[in-house]
């Protein structure tokens, strides 16, 4: 069964930095985009940054210039390294990733159970 586990949450101060990990276990057979979304107290949730298996990124403008993704394929990891932050930075965010599983042989996404970010002022 395929998992997705995300580390590195917790309480920073603004202007602070955090880096959040996302592992991904089980059989599986390849992996395609990953990415990091993040939702906000009685927000939707939101795209932060996705990167593509040839390492391609794509971020919210929020973000951009403040946030940096990347990943180890090697061990079906993705990152998101958070420099200056905000306080509206603060929510749980998720990692997420189309793979591919070896019971089922096609690709789906997956989602990780979220990781909580609180940026105090």
């Known amino acids: 069964q395929v998992q997705l586990v995300e580390s590195g949450g917790g309480l920073v101060q603004a202007g602070g930095s955090l880096r959040l990990s996302c592992a991904a276990s089980g059989s599986i057979v390849s992996i395609n985009g990953m990415g990091w979304y993040r939702q906000a107290l009685g927000k939707q949730r939101e795209l932060v940054a996705t990167?593509?298996?040839?390492?391609?990124?794509n971020y919210a403008d929020s973000v951009r210039s403040r946030f940096t993704i990347s990943r180890d394929n090697a061990k079906n990891t993705v990152y998101l390294q958070m420099y200056s932050l905000k306080p509206e930075d603060t929510a749980v965010y998720y990692c997420?990733?189309?793979?591919?599983?070896?019971?089922?042989?096609?690709?789906?996404?997956?989602w990780g159970q979220g990781t909580q970010v609180t940026v105090s002022s």
């Open positions: 997420n990733a189309e793979i591919n599983p070896l019971d089922t042989g096609t690709y789906s996404h997956y």
């Open positions: 990167i593509t298996k040839g390492s391609s990124t």
